[in-house]
């Protein structure tokens, strides 16, 4: 089992930053990737980002390639996802979720990650 919890959501302007944290219980952390999807409300959940058991390896979907950073303390059993400039439309309900299956590879479909953290809301105003 593997318990996460997501934190750092709150409103913000367009342009400004928010960096979120998922920490992590349970299962030996640094053994599984770790990702980040969303959801708006009335559409479908979306991948976000994903990070390798090392941190060695991540991957971004193109809406937020070269704004949002992903990355991982496994000392910490944390994985962080870091937001720049972000815009209204990346308000959503953002999720972490664990891989176990997996570590040194790092899905992009939502349906390959176990577990699941509550979720944390990120508004922003333009």
């Known amino acids: 089992q593997v318990q996460l919890v997501e934190s750092g959501g709150g409103l913000v302007q367009a342009g400004d930053s928010l960096r979120l944290s998922c920490a992590a219980s349970?299962?030996?952390?640094?053994?599984?990737?770790m990702g980040w999807f969303r959801q708006a409300p009335g559409k479908e959940r979306e991948f976000v980002a994903a990070?390798?058991?090392?941190?060695?390896?991540?991957y971004y979907a193109d809406s937020v390639k070269g704004r949002f950073t992903i990355s991982r303390d496994n000392a910490k059993n944390t994985v962080y996802l870091q937001m720049n400039s972000l815009k209204p439309e990346d308000a959503a309900v953002y999720y972490c979720?664990?891989?176990?299956?997996?570590?040194?590879?790092?899905?992009?479909?939502?349906?390959?990650?176990?577990?699941w953290g509550q979720g944390t809301q990120v508004t922003v105003s333009s």
């Open positions: 349970g299962r030996t952390f640094s053994r599984y990737a």
């Open positions: 990070i390798t058991w090392s941190g060695s390896n991540t």
């Open positions: 979720a664990a891989d176990v299956a997996r570590s040194g590879i790092a899905s992009m479909n939502g349906r390959e990650y176990e577990y």
